[in-house]
């Protein structure tokens, strides 16, 4: 092996180390920022601040400004735990739903054939 090749070779096994470390920080800020990155159980009906913001990739002040706005529907119950039902999550998630191009053509295509239906059938009453 040449000077030049252990030269490389010493060089790439110091940038791995320093990547291994970059990467343990990664890990360990992960699991101590406080938001619990893992999805709630899907038979779990009601959901914590923490889940529903893991279920819909947001914050917790997120999910408590929604609750605060009452945009969402959510129980306290004892009067302190904020718990958020899946279904009126889901809910909120699909009324800020935007429609592809082919959804919008299809509405489009069904409007224009329900209205065309829509004066034959009103003609043929006015007579």
Known sequence: M???ESELLQNLRN???EIKMLLAQVVENAGSDGNKSSLPPSD???L???EAAA??????SYI???THEKRVSF?????NRVLIKRSDLQAWLETNRVKSQDEIHQDVAAYITGSR??????KGVAC
């Open 44 to 46: 779990k009906e009601y």
């Open 64 to 66: 408590y400004r929604l």
């Open 15 to 17: 940038e791995m180390a």
């Open 117 to 122: 239906r829509g004066r034959r059938a009103s």
């Open 2 to 4: 040449t000077a030049q």
């Open 55 to 60: 279920y819909i990739g947001a914050k917790r």
């Open 48 to 50: 914590t601040v923490d």
């Open 75 to 79: 129980t306290k119950p004892g009067g």
